[in-house]
């Protein structure tokens, strides 16, 4: 079955209303209910537990707790790299920005500034940059962390589609990343600009920052743009960013010059917090 027939069924179900039933539902405290679906969950995908900071799967009150569990300290060492991989995961795509165009599966591509929302001026910073697209299944780790230093500049909130962000909707759906509902975060480094963007999906309840707390819902269908210009928000590398209530993907933007990805990063490579991804070339 080819890519696109197989994602035919995402354009004809009511994805809003399932993805809102589904955070209503994961944020419900049921007592045995909620632990036995945190069970059945563990144990069809895989979750190690063994690295929680509270291996205990009785005691989260409900499923979002669970979902966004933290992990014991040292679990995750942060390597002594430029930038280091922001999330668990597995490697969607990465690699240069040709001109303003980010490369998502063979055949498809999008704009800078249709990933950050229709912002021309903030796109062309990143005119002939890097980018990473990586993608957390149901079993990662969901919190996000800084790939670097950086103060935090702006949040937008950008409106959009809840497709499925799995591999095969990424080759199925043109535009996949730029379409979905997605949160940009815009930080100011040493080496100039970066962008975080949180990209959102079928059943993903929400997305929060840990400056912001959870940014959707509600969700108005327009653009919301926070600004944080007059304030010191400094994440350092490795701190913690944000998170998602249920699974999606983060994509990541660098500026000209390209940088220079781990040698053994590849599509599909699954990947682990504060593992080595990139240093910064010469300017």
């Known amino acids: 079955m080819s890519d696109r027939l197989a994602v035919l069924p995402q354009y004809l179900i009511p994805k809003q209303a399932l993805t809102s039933f589904a955070g209503w539902v994961a944020g419900k405290e049921r007592g045995a209910v909620t632990t036995w679906i945190i069970r059945r969950f563990v144990d069809k995908y895989g979750v190690d537990m063994s690295e929680a900071l509270d291996s205990d799967i009785a005691s989260y009150p409900s499923f979002n707790e669970f979902f966004t569990r933290a992990l014991k300290p040292g679990a995750?060492?942060?390597?002594?790299?430029?930038?280091?991989?922001?999330?668990?995961?597995?490697?969607?795509?990465?690699g240069p920005i040709e001109g303003d165009q980010i490369f998502q599966a063979k055949g498809h591509s999008y704009s800078t500034t249709a990933l950050v929302g229709g912002d021309a001026t903030l796109a062309e910073r990143f005119k002939h940059g890097s980018f990473?697209?990586?993608?957390?299944?149901?079993?990662?780790?969901?919190?996000?962390h800084m790939p670097c230093d950086g103060r935090l500049l702006r949040m937008t909130y950008v409106p959009g589609d809840l497709f499925s962000v799995?591999?095969?909707?990424?080759?199925?759906v043109p535009g996949l990343f730029a379409r979905n509902e997605r949160v940009v975060c815009v930080f100011e480094t040493a080496r100039g600009p970066f962008v975080l963007v949180l990209v959102g999906a079928t059943i993903v309840g929400s997305m929060a920052t840990v400056w912001h707390g959870v940014v959707n819902p509600p969700r108005h269908g327009e653009i919301r743009e926070w600004r944080y210009d007059d304030q010191q928000i400094v994440l350092k590398k490795g701190d913690e960013m944000g998170r998602f209530l249920l699974g999606s993907t983060v994509v990541l933007l660098f500026p000209s010059p390209a940088v220079n990805f781990n040698p053994d990063w590849a599509p599909a490579r699954p990947i682990r917090l504060g593992e080595p991804m990139a240093n910064c070339a010469a300017a």
């Open 132 to 144: 990473a697209t990586l993608y957390l299944s149901p079993r990662d780790y969901h919190r996000i």
């Open 76 to 94: 995750r060492p942060i390597a002594d790299a430029d930038l280091v991989a922001p999330v668990d995961g597995a490697i969607s795509q990465f």
């Open 166 to 172: 799995n591999p095969t909707t990424a080759r199925g």
